[in-house]
């Protein structure tokens, strides 16, 4: 790596994580009961796939809201449809919306009788906004969070986002665009770039641009004792560039994603998620955030794993999985 990298103890647990958990992954699509780890912090926590988009909320997102054949592959419906799903990023409260209106489109899109929808559930103890990251309120003059956001994905909409959005030229372009949205800081405004670049309404490399999280942040200040002069941002395209070497000088089987090498993003992501891991492998280190524990633990999944599904254009060579049986809240099969 770049000699001015100072690397600790976590970097090789690092890559033994993003090793580890794609073989979890790998493992369960092939056996929906487990266990799929010996590693001890992995299975008693819950962590994110190695590859973002194999993560459930992005394949849900990939599969059903951005591909699935009933869709209008029209790119201002294709943009709105991704803005309106990642501002929730929850599959129930899609599907809730989906269900008291049909289709979800731009050009059918009633912004005041989805807002009283989520205002119904919200009173009945709905929860309508997913947990992974925080979602700020603009302040556009709602009392409510979701309103606000509803009347900002109209604003954006009617200001001709998506089309602006299709003539970017570059990936830095559509989240410089995004990031001068109101409420959206840089983390969300990079999240929801990658998002829509899933889409065939955009196709740039997903190795030209990254922007570190806070947690990736944490992550590499408990893999480095110092990064020298290098930026967060060189620190994960350094890493990207040095993966088949890092995997072979540890004697790590690590073949990717059918094919596909870690690009930035799941880099970035790989590093938020070794700070949650280091806090009980190594927690003599503390980074920058401080944390010592991990506040997800790790229940026996419900439900198996679907085919998975990734953007056609990545042309990945997919194996075709067998279709398991659900399971019971115990993890049984039925």
Not at 124 to 148: E, F, V
Not at 215 to 224: H, R, V
Not at 284 to 304: C, D, M, N
Request: charged share 25%; net charge neutral; hydrophobic share 40%.
């Amino acid at each position: 790596m770049n000699p001015q990298l100072e690397p600790t103890v976590v970097l090789d647990s690092y890559w033994r994580f993003a090793a580890e958990r794609h073989a979890m992954y790998l493992r369960r699509l092939e056996d929906p009961i487990g266990p799929w780890t010996d590693d001890p912090v992995l299975r008693a926590h819950r962590f994110t796939n190695t590859y973002r988009a194999a993560d459930r909320v992005s394949q849900y997102l990939i599969r059903e809201v951005i591909y699935a054949d009933h869709r209008s592959v029209d790119p201002t419906d294709t943009i709105f449809r991704i803005l309106l799903f990642k501002i929730f990023n929850k599959v129930d409260t899609w599907e809730m919306i989906e269900h008291a209106f049909g289709p979800i489109s731009w050009q059918a899109f009633d912004a005041a009788a989805v807002d009283d929808l989520l205002t119904r559930a919200l009173d009945r103890g709905a929860t309508i906004y997913s947990a992974a990251y925080i979602m700020p309120s603009p302040d556009l003059g709602h009392a409510r969070k979701h309103s606000n956001h509803i009347r900002l994905l109209s604003r954006m909409m009617e200001d001709g986002i998506a089309a602006r959005i299709a003539r970017c030229g570059s990936l830095r372009e559509v989240y410089e665009l995004l990031r001068g949205q109101p409420s959206l800081g840089p983390f969300l405004a990079f999240q929801f770039a990658i998002d829509i670049n899933y889409s065939d309404a955009i196709s740039f490399s997903e190795e030209e641009f990254v922007v570190p999280g806070p947690g990736a942040l944490d992550g590499i200040s408990k893999c480095f004792s110092s990064i020298g002069k290098l930026s967060p941002t060189d620190v994960i395209m350094e890493t990207t560039a040095v993966q088949e070497r890092e995997f072979e000088r540890l004697g790590l089987s690590f073949s990717g994603l059918f094919g596909r090498r870690l690009k930035l993003i799941d880099v970035q992501n790989c590093y938020c998620e070794v700070s949650k891991y280091a806090r009980v492998k190594h927690p003599e280190f503390p980074g920058i955030a401080g944390r010592t524990r991990i506040k997800q633990s790790y229940g026996q999944p419900q439900q198996a794993l679907s085919q998975p599904f990734f953007p056609p254009r990545w042309a990945l060579q997919v194996p075709v999985y067998k279709p398991a049986p659900q399971l019971s809240a115990q993890g049984l099969l039925f």
